[in-house]
Protein backbone atom coordinates (compact mmCIF):
# COMPACT_ATOMS: atom_id res chain seq x y z
CA UNK A 1 0.00 0.00 0.00
CA UNK A 2 1.71 3.74 -0.88
CA UNK A 3 0.96 6.28 1.66
CA UNK A 4 1.02 9.77 1.13
CA UNK A 5 1.98 10.71 5.02
CA UNK A 6 3.56 9.03 7.23
CA UNK A 7 4.04 9.82 10.67
CA UNK A 8 6.78 7.19 12.55
CA UNK A 9 7.75 8.13 16.34
CA UNK A 10 6.97 11.45 16.59
CA UNK A 11 7.71 13.47 19.46
CA UNK A 12 7.26 16.66 20.97
CA UNK A 13 7.46 18.79 24.67
CA UNK A 14 6.60 22.35 24.92
CA UNK A 15 9.11 23.73 27.50
CA UNK A 16 7.21 24.37 31.27
CA UNK A 17 4.37 22.15 30.13
CA UNK A 18 3.76 18.84 30.53
CA UNK A 19 2.51 18.04 27.39
CA UNK A 20 3.90 15.72 24.90
CA UNK A 21 3.44 13.94 22.37
CA UNK A 22 4.48 10.42 22.79
CA UNK A 23 5.68 8.60 19.84
CA UNK A 24 2.86 9.04 17.40
CA UNK A 25 2.68 6.60 14.66
CA UNK A 26 0.31 6.21 11.93
CA UNK A 27 -0.03 6.42 8.26
CA UNK A 28 -2.48 7.85 5.76
CA UNK A 29 -3.17 5.24 2.63
CA UNK A 30 -3.09 7.04 -0.58
CA UNK A 31 -6.37 7.81 -1.91
CA UNK A 32 -8.13 7.87 1.35
CA UNK A 33 -9.21 10.49 4.28
CA UNK A 34 -8.15 9.94 7.51
CA UNK A 35 -9.75 11.24 10.39
CA UNK A 36 -8.01 12.39 13.61
CA UNK A 37 -10.15 12.67 16.50
CA UNK A 38 -9.25 13.43 20.00
CA UNK A 39 -10.35 15.80 23.21
CA UNK A 40 -9.11 19.32 23.09
CA UNK A 41 -5.38 19.00 24.06
CA UNK A 42 -4.90 15.78 22.91
CA UNK A 43 -2.12 16.68 20.77
CA UNK A 44 -3.87 17.02 17.16
CA UNK A 45 -2.87 20.57 16.18
CA UNK A 46 0.58 19.80 17.49
CA UNK A 47 0.75 16.57 15.56
CA UNK A 48 -0.35 18.85 12.58
CA UNK A 49 2.15 21.64 13.28
CA UNK A 50 4.94 19.15 13.50
CA UNK A 51 4.20 17.39 9.78
CA UNK A 52 3.98 21.35 8.86
CA UNK A 53 7.35 21.74 10.35
CA UNK A 54 5.86 25.09 11.85
CA UNK A 55 6.74 23.39 15.27
CA UNK A 56 9.91 21.70 15.78
CA UNK A 57 10.06 17.41 16.16
CA UNK A 58 12.29 16.46 19.09
CA UNK A 59 12.12 13.15 17.39
CA UNK A 60 10.40 10.79 14.39
CA UNK A 61 10.37 10.75 11.04
CA UNK A 62 8.12 12.67 8.84
CA UNK A 63 7.50 11.34 5.24
CA UNK A 64 4.89 12.94 2.57
CA UNK A 65 4.73 11.00 -0.81
CA UNK A 66 7.73 8.59 0.46
CA UNK A 67 10.06 11.40 1.27
CA UNK A 68 10.93 12.64 4.30
CA UNK A 69 9.81 16.08 5.34
CA UNK A 70 12.37 19.00 6.32
CA UNK A 71 12.46 22.67 5.96
CA UNK A 72 14.41 22.51 2.48
CA UNK A 73 11.48 20.52 0.76
CA UNK A 74 9.06 23.14 -0.84
CA UNK A 75 8.90 20.88 -3.59
CA UNK A 76 7.00 18.41 -1.39
CA UNK A 77 4.91 21.80 0.54
CA UNK A 78 4.08 22.42 -3.24
CA UNK A 79 1.76 19.82 -3.23
CA UNK A 80 -0.12 19.82 -0.05
CA UNK A 81 -3.35 22.03 0.60
CA UNK A 82 -3.46 23.37 4.25
CA UNK A 83 -6.67 24.92 6.40
CA UNK A 84 -6.15 25.71 9.87
CA UNK A 85 -8.67 26.62 12.46
CA UNK A 86 -7.92 30.52 12.24
CA UNK A 87 -8.25 33.16 9.75
CA UNK A 88 -5.33 31.66 8.31
CA UNK A 89 -4.62 35.09 6.01
CA UNK A 90 -3.45 38.50 6.37
CA UNK A 91 -6.86 40.56 6.85
CA UNK A 92 -6.86 43.17 4.91
CA UNK A 93 -6.41 41.09 1.75
CA UNK A 94 -9.31 39.98 -0.62
CA UNK A 95 -9.82 36.58 -2.00
CA UNK A 96 -8.46 38.32 -5.93
CA UNK A 97 -5.35 39.95 -3.94
CA UNK A 98 -4.60 36.68 -2.41
CA UNK A 99 -5.19 34.53 -5.76
CA UNK A 100 -2.85 37.50 -6.97
CA UNK A 101 -0.26 36.59 -4.03
CA UNK A 102 -0.27 32.81 -4.52
CA UNK A 103 0.34 32.96 -8.06
CA UNK A 104 3.53 34.00 -7.33
CA UNK A 105 3.95 31.53 -4.81
CA UNK A 106 2.27 28.00 -5.87
CA UNK A 107 4.27 26.94 -8.99
CA UNK A 108 0.82 25.25 -10.05
CA UNK A 109 -1.47 27.52 -8.92
CA UNK A 110 -4.77 27.05 -10.66
CA UNK A 111 -6.50 31.09 -10.97
CA UNK A 112 -9.18 29.60 -13.03
CA UNK A 113 -10.32 26.85 -11.06
CA UNK A 114 -9.74 28.96 -7.70
CA UNK A 115 -12.53 31.82 -9.54
CA UNK A 116 -14.57 28.42 -9.83
CA UNK A 117 -14.28 27.32 -6.16
CA UNK A 118 -15.21 30.94 -4.75
CA UNK A 119 -18.12 31.05 -7.26
CA UNK A 120 -19.34 27.85 -6.36
CA UNK A 121 -18.89 28.27 -2.41
CA UNK A 122 -20.29 32.15 -3.07
CA UNK A 123 -17.08 33.55 -1.87
CA UNK A 124 -17.30 37.36 -2.10
CA UNK A 125 -13.87 37.68 -4.23
CA UNK A 126 -13.61 41.64 -3.74
CA UNK A 127 -14.42 41.62 0.20
CA UNK A 128 -11.54 41.98 3.03
CA UNK A 129 -10.88 38.88 4.50
CA UNK A 130 -11.66 40.93 7.70
CA UNK A 131 -15.21 41.35 6.80
CA UNK A 132 -16.25 38.17 5.86
CA UNK A 133 -18.06 35.59 8.29
CA UNK A 134 -16.32 32.79 9.66
CA UNK A 135 -17.89 30.33 7.48
CA UNK A 136 -16.81 32.20 4.57
CA UNK A 137 -13.03 32.15 5.46
CA UNK A 138 -13.05 28.99 5.98
CA UNK A 139 -14.26 28.58 2.69
CA UNK A 140 -11.87 30.98 1.27
CA UNK A 141 -8.95 28.68 2.89
CA UNK A 142 -10.47 25.42 1.26
CA UNK A 143 -10.95 27.22 -1.84
CA UNK A 144 -6.82 27.83 -1.90
CA UNK A 145 -6.23 24.99 0.06
CA UNK A 146 -7.46 22.83 -3.70
CA UNK A 147 -6.60 25.32 -5.94
CA UNK A 148 -2.71 24.61 -6.37
CA UNK A 149 -2.56 20.92 -7.32
CA UNK A 150 -2.29 19.60 -4.09
CA UNK A 151 -1.92 16.02 -3.41
CA UNK A 152 -2.66 15.91 0.36
CA UNK A 153 -4.89 18.00 2.17
CA UNK A 154 -4.01 18.61 5.77
CA UNK A 155 -7.13 20.36 7.70
CA UNK A 156 -6.69 21.17 11.05
CA UNK A 157 -10.58 21.38 12.84
CA UNK A 158 -11.50 22.80 9.33
CA UNK A 159 -15.31 22.48 9.66
CA UNK A 160 -15.64 22.95 13.40
CA UNK A 161 -17.83 26.25 14.12
CA UNK A 162 -19.59 26.37 10.78
CA UNK A 163 -23.22 25.61 10.54
CA UNK A 164 -24.30 21.95 8.59
CA UNK A 165 -24.73 23.97 5.57
CA UNK A 166 -21.60 25.00 5.18
CA UNK A 167 -20.00 22.11 6.54
CA UNK A 168 -21.89 20.19 4.37
CA UNK A 169 -20.61 21.81 1.53
CA UNK A 170 -17.06 21.87 2.72
CA UNK A 171 -17.56 17.88 2.90
CA UNK A 172 -18.36 17.20 -0.80
CA UNK A 173 -15.54 19.43 -1.84
CA UNK A 174 -13.57 16.76 0.50
CA UNK A 175 -15.14 13.60 -1.21
CA UNK A 176 -15.05 15.12 -4.83
CA UNK A 177 -10.99 15.80 -3.70
CA UNK A 178 -10.15 12.36 -3.23
CA UNK A 179 -12.31 11.01 -6.45
CA UNK A 180 -8.62 11.08 -7.67
CA UNK A 181 -7.12 7.90 -5.55
CA UNK A 182 -3.40 9.77 -5.55
CA UNK A 183 -4.90 12.57 -3.49
CA UNK A 184 -5.00 12.03 0.38
CA UNK A 185 -6.68 14.11 3.51
CA UNK A 186 -5.84 14.04 6.91
CA UNK A 187 -8.66 15.94 9.22
CA UNK A 188 -8.82 17.01 12.27
CA UNK A 189 -12.07 17.14 14.06
CA UNK A 190 -14.31 17.38 16.76
CA UNK A 191 -17.48 17.06 15.02
CA UNK A 192 -17.02 13.20 14.37
CA UNK A 193 -20.22 13.02 12.66
CA UNK A 194 -18.13 14.80 9.68
CA UNK A 195 -15.77 11.95 10.24
CA UNK A 196 -18.41 9.39 9.89
CA UNK A 197 -19.92 10.75 6.52
CA UNK A 198 -16.42 11.06 4.78
CA UNK A 199 -13.55 9.67 6.53
CA UNK A 200 -11.97 5.74 5.05
CA UNK A 201 -9.74 5.66 8.39
CA UNK A 202 -9.60 7.06 12.01
CA UNK A 203 -7.42 7.39 14.72
CA UNK A 204 -7.78 8.80 18.01
CA UNK A 205 -5.26 10.63 19.97
CA UNK A 206 -5.26 11.05 23.54
CA UNK A 207 -2.85 12.75 26.31
CA UNK A 208 -0.27 12.97 23.12
CA UNK A 209 -0.85 9.41 22.31
CA UNK A 210 -2.06 7.25 19.85
CA UNK A 211 -4.77 4.97 21.46
CA UNK A 212 -6.31 3.31 18.21
CA UNK A 213 -6.15 3.70 14.40
CA UNK A 214 -8.51 1.40 12.36
CA UNK A 215 -10.68 1.31 9.60
CA UNK A 216 -14.25 3.23 9.84
CA UNK A 217 -16.34 0.93 8.03
CA UNK A 218 -14.84 -1.76 10.83
CA UNK A 219 -15.45 0.88 13.82
CA UNK A 220 -18.84 1.30 12.62
CA UNK A 221 -19.85 -2.20 11.66
CA UNK A 222 -17.28 -4.34 13.75
CA UNK A 223 -16.71 -2.26 17.02
CA UNK A 224 -19.89 -2.55 19.32
CA UNK A 225 -20.53 -1.50 23.24
CA UNK A 226 -21.74 -4.45 25.38
CA UNK A 227 -24.46 -2.99 27.94
CA UNK A 228 -23.32 -4.94 31.45
CA UNK A 229 -24.40 -5.26 34.53
CA UNK A 230 -21.90 -5.34 37.20
CA UNK A 231 -21.78 -9.01 37.83
CA UNK A 232 -21.81 -9.53 34.04
CA UNK A 233 -18.65 -7.28 33.45
CA UNK A 234 -17.21 -9.10 36.39
CA UNK A 235 -17.59 -11.74 34.38
CA UNK A 236 -15.90 -10.69 31.68
CA UNK A 237 -12.09 -11.69 30.75
CA UNK A 238 -9.94 -8.33 30.34
CA UNK A 239 -8.90 -9.66 26.82
CA UNK A 240 -12.35 -9.14 25.48
CA UNK A 241 -12.56 -6.19 25.75
CA UNK A 242 -10.68 -2.69 25.10
CA UNK A 243 -12.62 -0.39 27.48
CA UNK A 244 -15.13 0.48 29.96
CA UNK A 245 -16.65 2.85 31.73
CA UNK A 246 -19.38 2.53 34.77
CA UNK A 247 -22.58 4.62 34.14
CA UNK A 248 -25.13 4.22 37.04
CA UNK A 249 -26.03 0.72 37.67
CA UNK A 250 -24.73 -0.28 33.90
CA UNK A 251 -20.90 -0.68 32.40
CA UNK A 252 -20.56 0.42 28.89
CA UNK A 253 -17.99 -2.43 27.41
CA UNK A 254 -16.32 -1.35 24.16
CA UNK A 255 -15.99 -4.52 21.75
CA UNK A 256 -13.79 -5.02 18.79
CA UNK A 257 -15.82 -8.05 17.34
CA UNK A 258 -19.52 -7.15 18.38
CA UNK A 259 -20.43 -10.88 16.50
CA UNK A 260 -18.48 -12.98 18.17
CA UNK A 261 -18.89 -11.08 21.88
CA UNK A 262 -22.28 -11.70 21.42
CA UNK A 263 -22.24 -15.59 20.42
CA UNK A 264 -19.72 -15.63 23.78
CA UNK A 265 -22.28 -13.71 25.50
CA UNK A 266 -25.97 -14.52 24.52
CA UNK A 267 -27.19 -12.33 27.79
CA UNK A 268 -25.73 -9.62 27.07
CA UNK A 269 -27.01 -6.70 25.03
CA UNK A 270 -24.59 -5.28 22.37
CA UNK A 271 -25.43 -1.74 20.68
CA UNK A 272 -23.67 -0.62 17.20
CA UNK A 273 -21.65 2.35 18.30
CA UNK A 274 -20.67 5.60 16.83
CA UNK A 275 -17.27 7.37 17.01
CA UNK A 276 -18.08 9.45 19.61
CA UNK A 277 -19.14 7.03 21.93
CA UNK A 278 -16.08 5.15 20.93
CA UNK A 279 -13.94 8.48 21.69
CA UNK A 280 -15.76 8.36 25.01
CA UNK A 281 -15.08 4.73 25.83
CA UNK A 282 -11.20 5.43 25.35
CA UNK A 283 -10.95 8.50 26.36
CA UNK A 284 -13.17 8.30 29.56
CA UNK A 285 -13.02 4.46 30.08
CA UNK A 286 -10.77 1.89 31.94
CA UNK A 287 -8.40 0.52 29.51
CA UNK B 1 9.52 36.33 -2.78
CA UNK B 2 7.81 38.58 -5.14
CA UNK B 3 4.25 37.03 -4.28
CA UNK B 4 5.45 37.24 -0.04
CA UNK B 5 6.31 41.20 -0.94
CA UNK B 6 3.05 41.73 -2.61
CA UNK B 7 1.58 40.64 0.13
CA UNK B 8 3.25 42.50 2.67
CA UNK B 9 2.40 45.77 0.33
CA UNK B 10 -1.60 44.83 0.45
CA UNK B 11 -1.52 43.91 4.19
CA UNK B 12 -0.12 47.41 4.96
CA UNK B 13 -2.18 49.63 1.92
CA UNK B 14 -4.05 51.37 4.13
CA UNK B 15 -1.12 52.53 6.27
CA UNK B 16 1.05 53.33 3.51
CA UNK B 17 -2.29 55.46 1.81
CA UNK B 18 -2.14 57.15 5.73
CA UNK B 19 1.68 57.76 5.05
CA UNK B 20 0.92 59.08 1.68
CA UNK B 21 -1.44 61.68 3.40
CA UNK B 22 0.79 62.80 6.01
CA UNK B 23 3.82 63.05 4.15
CA UNK B 24 1.90 65.78 1.42
CA UNK B 25 0.13 67.28 4.59
CA UNK B 26 3.38 68.25 5.89
CA UNK B 27 5.05 68.79 2.43
CA UNK B 28 1.87 71.53 2.71
CA UNK B 29 3.07 72.80 6.24
CA UNK B 30 6.74 73.31 5.40
CA UNK B 31 5.47 75.32 2.21
CA UNK B 32 3.13 77.55 4.52
CA UNK B 33 5.69 77.88 7.04
CA UNK B 34 8.85 78.38 5.29
CA UNK B 35 11.20 77.54 7.88
CA UNK B 36 14.54 75.81 7.53
CA UNK B 37 14.73 73.90 10.89
CA UNK B 38 11.19 72.75 10.46
CA UNK B 39 11.37 71.82 6.99
CA UNK B 40 14.38 69.42 8.13
CA UNK B 41 12.70 67.83 10.75
CA UNK B 42 9.31 67.30 7.92
CA UNK B 43 12.29 65.36 5.83
CA UNK B 44 12.92 63.24 8.28
CA UNK B 45 9.79 62.18 9.26
CA UNK B 46 8.72 61.90 5.78
CA UNK B 47 11.65 59.32 5.55
CA UNK B 48 10.82 57.44 8.73
CA UNK B 49 6.70 57.54 8.69
CA UNK B 50 6.38 54.71 6.44
CA UNK B 51 7.91 52.04 8.79
CA UNK B 52 6.13 53.17 11.43
CA UNK B 53 3.22 51.04 11.23
CA UNK B 54 5.23 47.85 10.24
CA UNK B 55 5.06 46.90 14.00
CA UNK B 56 0.99 46.53 13.86
CA UNK B 57 1.01 44.79 10.36
CA UNK B 58 3.29 42.35 12.08
CA UNK B 59 0.61 42.45 14.87
CA UNK B 60 -2.04 41.93 12.31
CA UNK B 61 -0.18 38.75 10.48
CA UNK B 62 0.19 36.90 13.97
CA UNK B 63 -3.15 37.25 15.24
CA UNK B 64 -4.65 35.90 11.86
CA UNK B 65 -2.22 32.78 11.94
CA UNK B 66 -0.62 33.89 8.39
CA UNK B 67 2.90 33.88 10.27
CA UNK B 68 1.79 30.22 10.73
CA UNK B 69 0.36 29.98 7.52
CA UNK B 70 3.21 31.17 5.96
CA UNK B 71 5.87 28.56 6.66
CA UNK B 72 2.78 25.52 4.77
CA UNK B 73 4.17 27.49 1.85
CA UNK B 74 6.41 26.30 -1.03
CA UNK B 75 9.04 28.52 0.25
CA UNK B 76 12.10 28.39 2.96
CA UNK B 77 12.10 30.15 6.23
CA UNK B 78 15.52 32.93 4.62
CA UNK B 79 12.61 33.98 2.09
CA UNK B 80 10.08 35.14 4.50
CA UNK B 81 12.47 37.09 6.31
CA UNK B 82 13.97 38.10 3.02
CA UNK B 83 10.43 39.22 1.77
CA UNK B 84 10.20 41.41 4.86
CA UNK B 85 13.37 43.07 4.60
CA UNK B 86 12.74 43.86 1.14
CA UNK B 87 9.92 45.37 1.94
CA UNK B 88 11.13 47.40 4.75
CA UNK B 89 13.42 48.79 2.06
CA UNK B 90 10.61 49.53 -0.08
CA UNK B 91 8.58 51.43 2.48
CA UNK B 92 12.05 53.75 2.92
CA UNK B 93 12.28 53.74 -0.58
CA UNK B 94 8.88 55.48 -0.54
CA UNK B 95 9.36 57.43 2.50
CA UNK B 96 12.42 59.60 0.67
CA UNK B 97 10.22 59.36 -2.72
CA UNK B 98 7.56 61.45 -0.52
CA UNK B 99 10.41 63.38 1.02
CA UNK B 100 11.38 64.90 -2.74
CA UNK B 101 7.70 66.14 -2.54
CA UNK B 102 9.21 68.64 0.48
CA UNK B 103 11.99 69.36 -1.70
CA UNK B 104 10.36 70.72 -4.97
CA UNK B 105 7.48 72.07 -3.14
CA UNK B 106 10.57 74.04 -1.39
CA UNK B 107 12.61 74.88 -4.43
CA UNK B 108 8.95 75.60 -6.30
CA UNK B 109 7.92 78.20 -3.50
CA UNK B 110 11.31 79.60 -3.80
CA UNK B 111 12.47 78.34 0.05
CA UNK B 112 16.29 78.05 -0.06
CA UNK B 113 17.91 75.13 2.37
CA UNK B 114 21.26 74.66 3.25
CA UNK B 115 22.60 71.60 1.86
CA UNK B 116 23.88 70.68 4.89
CA UNK B 117 20.32 70.73 6.47
CA UNK B 118 19.24 68.84 3.92
CA UNK B 119 21.99 66.23 4.64
CA UNK B 120 21.13 66.13 8.10
CA UNK B 121 17.68 65.43 7.51
CA UNK B 122 18.03 62.60 5.18
CA UNK B 123 20.85 61.12 7.22
CA UNK B 124 18.36 61.37 10.28
CA UNK B 125 15.59 60.49 8.39
CA UNK B 126 17.54 57.10 7.18
CA UNK B 127 18.88 56.59 10.39
CA UNK B 128 15.50 56.50 12.43
CA UNK B 129 13.59 54.56 9.70
CA UNK B 130 16.45 52.01 8.72
CA UNK B 131 17.63 51.29 12.45
CA UNK B 132 13.82 51.08 13.49
CA UNK B 133 13.67 48.68 10.76
CA UNK B 134 16.45 46.69 11.97
CA UNK B 135 15.97 46.47 15.51
CA UNK B 136 12.19 46.48 15.46
CA UNK B 137 11.83 43.33 13.47
CA UNK B 138 14.51 40.64 14.94
CA UNK B 139 12.81 42.12 18.81
CA UNK B 140 9.13 40.75 17.65
CA UNK B 141 10.24 37.97 15.89
CA UNK B 142 12.14 36.70 19.57
CA UNK B 143 9.27 38.32 22.22
CA UNK B 144 6.56 38.77 19.67
CA UNK B 145 3.99 41.30 19.07
CA UNK B 146 1.88 42.23 21.68
CA UNK B 147 3.93 44.97 22.58
CA UNK B 148 4.42 46.27 19.24
CA UNK B 149 3.86 49.57 20.17
CA UNK B 150 6.30 49.83 22.88
CA UNK B 151 8.97 48.07 20.44
CA UNK B 152 8.46 51.09 17.62
CA UNK B 153 9.05 53.86 20.25
CA UNK B 154 12.04 51.59 21.54
CA UNK B 155 13.68 51.58 18.39
CA UNK B 156 12.59 55.06 17.27
CA UNK B 157 14.52 56.27 20.23
CA UNK B 158 17.69 53.32 20.11
CA UNK B 159 18.00 55.56 16.45
CA UNK B 160 18.09 58.65 18.45
CA UNK B 161 21.15 57.00 20.94
CA UNK B 162 22.82 55.71 18.26
CA UNK B 163 23.14 58.94 16.36
CA UNK B 164 23.83 60.85 19.96
CA UNK B 165 26.66 58.27 20.35
CA UNK B 166 27.89 58.85 17.17
CA UNK B 167 27.77 62.70 17.21
CA UNK B 168 30.07 62.27 20.58
CA UNK B 169 32.49 59.69 18.98
CA UNK B 170 32.88 62.26 16.12
CA UNK B 171 33.23 65.39 18.20
CA UNK B 172 37.24 65.56 17.42
CA UNK B 173 36.13 65.21 13.88
CA UNK B 174 33.11 67.95 14.06
CA UNK B 175 34.30 70.48 16.38
CA UNK B 176 32.83 69.11 19.41
CA UNK B 177 29.46 67.71 19.65
CA UNK B 178 27.06 68.42 16.78
CA UNK B 179 24.07 66.26 16.91
CA UNK B 180 23.14 68.20 12.86
CA UNK B 181 26.48 67.92 11.49
CA UNK B 182 26.79 65.98 7.98
CA UNK B 183 29.48 63.91 9.15
CA UNK B 184 27.46 62.60 11.98
CA UNK B 185 24.00 61.93 9.53
CA UNK B 186 26.18 60.17 7.26
CA UNK B 187 27.89 58.20 9.25
CA UNK B 188 24.75 57.66 11.45
CA UNK B 189 22.93 56.45 7.85
CA UNK B 190 25.85 54.17 6.97
CA UNK B 191 26.13 52.42 10.71
CA UNK B 192 22.18 52.03 10.44
CA UNK B 193 22.49 50.41 7.30
CA UNK B 194 24.96 48.13 8.43
CA UNK B 195 22.82 47.50 11.45
CA UNK B 196 20.48 46.43 8.75
CA UNK B 197 22.34 43.69 7.00
CA UNK B 198 23.14 42.48 10.96
CA UNK B 199 19.54 42.41 11.38
CA UNK B 200 18.53 40.34 8.84
CA UNK B 201 20.79 37.88 9.44
CA UNK B 202 19.86 37.91 13.11
CA UNK B 203 16.51 37.51 11.98
CA UNK B 204 17.47 34.46 9.68
CA UNK B 205 18.68 33.03 12.73
CA UNK B 206 15.99 33.58 15.12
CA UNK B 207 13.08 32.18 12.50
CA UNK B 208 15.02 29.40 11.71
CA UNK B 209 14.54 27.96 15.21
CA UNK B 210 11.10 30.28 15.61
CA UNK B 211 7.79 27.76 16.35
CA UNK B 212 4.60 28.88 15.35
CA UNK B 213 1.97 27.13 17.48
Redesign the interface.
Known sequence: MKYSLEVSNLTKAYPGSDFRLDNVSFAVPQGSIMGFVGENGSGK??TI?CI?????PDSGVIKIFGEEMT??R??I??H?G?V?D????????TAN?LA????????HWDGGLFQHLLQRLQVPADTR?KDLSRGMTMKLATAVALSHGAKLL?LDEATSGLDPVVREEMLDLFLEFVEDEEHSILISSHITSDLEKIADYITFIHNGRIILTEDKDTLLYQYGIARCTADQFQSLDKSEYLSSRKRGFQVDVLISDKESFSRQHRDITVDNTTIDEIMLLLVKGDQ | MRGLVRNNFYSMSSNIYLSFIIAAVLALVSVIFREALLTSMILAVQIFIFVVHTGASLRIDETSKWSKFELTLPIRRHTIVSAKYASFALLILMGILSSLLTLAACYVTGLSLDPSIVIFSYGFGLTLAITSAALMYPIMLKIGTEKNELIVFFSGFAAIGIMLLLAALLAPFTGGMQFRHPLVSIVSACTSMLLFIISYLVSVRIHRTKEFR
Open positions: TTSLNTLKEETDRDIVFAINFPEALKSVFKDIYRIL
